[in-house]
């Protein structure tokens, strides 16, 4: 499945895989482990497989630059900040929620919100309770306040608090959004709920 780049309109969401060994460091090591101790329960030696299997990773796209190279803004162990969108549409397990509903003031909302949020620390602690929780640790994170913006965030779980705040269905709903990881995108992407009256905002 490949993304149609000429659908690709401003607030949506990249679900991505970076497939290579080892790519996009020990965050993306950790969020790869989690899926596998969920699909593998009961199977801890096939916890350390290097898969590409898995989504590990979202991004938000915000524009065409005039080299006609596709811009976005994710989050990421340096922080919340721009990035190239190019080699993740050049992975054919990327997908994009463009099918998803969202009026312009919508993706407005999720894209200068975003831009406002550049610079926010990657969020370690959540990381670390991702993998925790798989595992069956009991690790709970404390949700953001319902006021003001984060001040750590992951890629996906940033995603969700900006579509949370533009009243779009997201993955993690009202219920959770600091703990929403790119598997809950990859899903929620899959089972799109606004196509049978399901949301989740």
């Known amino acids: ?63 065409t630059d005039g080299e006609r190279h596709l811009r976005g803004l994710e989050g990421r162990p340096g922080g919340f900040g721009w990035a190239n969108l190019d080699k993740y549409l050049a992975d054919p397990v990327t997908v994009a929620n463009t099918d998803q509903p969202k009026t312009d003031v919508q993706r407005g909302f999720v894209v200068s919100r975003a831009v406002e949020m550049i610079g926010i620390p990657y969020d370690w602690e959540a990381i670390l309770a991702f993998a925790a929780g798989a595992a069956g640790l009991p690790f ?27 009243g779009l269905d997201n993955p993690g709903g009202y219920a959770k959004t600091r703990g929403t990881d790119p598997q809950d995108w990859w899903a929620f992407e899959q089972a799109k709920p606004w196509l049978h009256g399901k949301g989740t905002a």
């Open 1 to 63: 499945m490949t993304v149609d780049r000429v659908r690709l309109r401003p607030g949506d969401v990249l679900i991505v895989r970076t497939a290579t060994k080892n790519a996009g460091g020990l965050g993306a090591w950790l969020i790869r482990r989690r899926a596998l101790m969920l699909a593998y329960p009961w199977m801890p030696w096939r916890w350390w497989a290097d898969t590409g299997a898995y989504v590990n990773h979202i991004a938000i796209y915000t524009h």
């Open 140 to 166: 709970r994170l404390s949700e953001w306040p319902e006021t003001g913006v984060p001040s750590h965030v992951v890629c996906s779980s940033a995603a969700d608090y900006l579509y949370e705040g533009a």
